[in-house]
Structures are given as C-alpha cells and as structure tokens.
Nanobody, 120 residues
Framework: QVRLVESGGGLVQPGGSLRLSCAASGSVFRVYTMAWYRQAPGKQRELVADISEYGRTDYADFVEGRFTISRDNAKKTVDLQLNSLKPEDTAVYFC??????????????WGQGTQVTVSS
C-alpha cells in the first residue's frame, strides 16, 4: 500500500554531481525519518544520510561534506544532492522511510533503488 520511488541516478564523471529524489505515495499517514542508503556490488547496504521529520540531518563519515539531504513534507519527498562524486560512490542508492500508514502501521519502507555510476 505504500510505495517509495527513487529517481535521478545515472552516469557521471568523477567530480560531477547528481541529485536523487524519492517520493512516498499510497497509504501514507505520516512520514517520520527519511534516509538514503547505498549498496555497491558484493557489499552490504550502508546508510548515507538521514533526515528527521523536522529537518535534523545526519551523514555517514564517507560523505565528507559532499552530499546534502533534504525533504519536503508536503510533497512527501526526500532528495540527496551528490557533489564531488568519486568512483567509490558508485552504488545503487535506496530511499528509506519510516512511515505510519493509514491503518496505523509503523514500519520502514524501501524504494527499488537508483543506480549511480561514477566513472570517466
């Protein structure tokens, strides 16, 4: 009943930028924390950044000031601005959100992922 859809991934050169977006839809009553994770081939999924319902943000150490997470509560979206991209940033980026559904179920949801490839 709840759906998260990511967009904005693609191929970019080292040092380039991308902006990822994620929209929640369906039986959404309230969206709590939203986050971006990523998973490279053969590696475990890892947290990139998260943002609370009120805009408080946290970033993984590897971000090193290069990324910015933001959200629009009215649109039920979360974005991740990726700057100064490195080849090691190559991964599938997943949107995650803790959502209270219209049936009052509080649980995490995941998007299908969007591919970010950083290569010359």
């Amino acid at each position: 009943q709840v759906r998260l859809v990511e967009s904005g991934g693609g191929l970019v050169q080292p040092g380039g930028s991308l902006r990822l977006s994620c929209a929640a839809s369906g039986s959404v009553f309230r969206v709590y924390t939203m986050a971006w994770y990523r998973q490279a081939p053969g590696k475990q999924r890892e947290l990139v950044a998260d943002i609370s319902e009120y805009g408080r943000t946290d970033y993984a150490d590897f971000v090193e000031g290069r990324f910015t997470i933001s959200r629009d509560n009215a649109k039920k979206t979360v974005d991740l601005q990726l700057n100064s991209l490195k080849p090691e940033d190559t991964a599938v980026y997943f949107c995650n959100a803790q959502i209270l559904t219209t049936t009052l179920r509080d649980e995490p949801y995941w998007g299908q992922g969007t591919q970010v490839t950083v290569s010359s």
